[in-house]
């Protein structure tokens, strides 16, 4: 599908879609691809991704589907190794985890997950959180954190 993107990069790319398109619609806001660069811990400059988002978006409708958003995103993961990526997520789980736990309540990852999508329901982030903690131990370890992330 994308060039350049590995299985794992493609099901974390759709994981992140996917929890922005709230709606199900197949298609995200372009200004969310900018957040979901930065939660990934991607680092990009804002006119080539500016540049990247309009030529996704030739008719200026200010959404991109998973195709598109791929396209763009792969300009800016492709240099990434599994071993970065973990680093990168460790690191985002390190900011809530802030008693260095190993862990975090599952009221911190919702949100995290209102943070990514303000649009989401109620009852959609208690189905996401369910899904998340597997356990229904309340707290969302580093692992259920990771396989949420990247779907391993």
Same mark, same amino acid.
């Given at each position: ?6 299985? &794992?990069? /493609?099901?974390?790319?759709? @994981? #992140? ?15 969310? /691809? @900018?957040?979901?660069? $930065? ?5 990009? &400059? &804002? ?11 030739? +008719?200026?409708?200010?959404? !991109? ?19 970065? !990526?973990?680093? +990168?997520?460790?690191?985002?789980? @390190? ?10 309540? $599952? ?7 209102? #943070? ?14 369910? +899904? ?6 309340? $707290?969302?370890?580093? &692992? ?9």
């Amino acid at each position: 599908m994308a060039d350049g993107l590995d299985n &794992d990069k /493609v099901n974390l790319l759709k @994981r #992140a879609f996917s929890m922005f398109d709230s709606g199900k619609k197949g298609s995200i806001e372009k200004e969310k /691809v @900018r957040t979901i660069l $930065t939660t990934l811990g991607q680092t990009y &400059d &804002d006119k080539q991704l500016d540049t990247l988002l309009d030529g996704e978006d030739p +008719e200026g409708t200010g959404y !991109l589907n998973f195709e598109s958003f791929c396209k763009v995103a792969v300009n800016f993961l492709e240099n990434e190794d599994d071993e970065v !990526l973990q680093k +990168e997520l460790k690191e985002a789980f @390190r900011l809530y985890d802030k008693q260095g736990n190993g862990y975090i309540p $599952t009221s911190s990852l919702r949100e995290i997950l209102v #943070a990514l999508d303000d649009q989401l329901t109620n009852d959609q982030l208690n189905e996401m959180i369910a +899904e998340i903690d597997t356990d229904s131990s309340g $707290t969302v370890d580093f &692992d259920e954190f990771i396989e949420m992330m990247t779907g391993d």
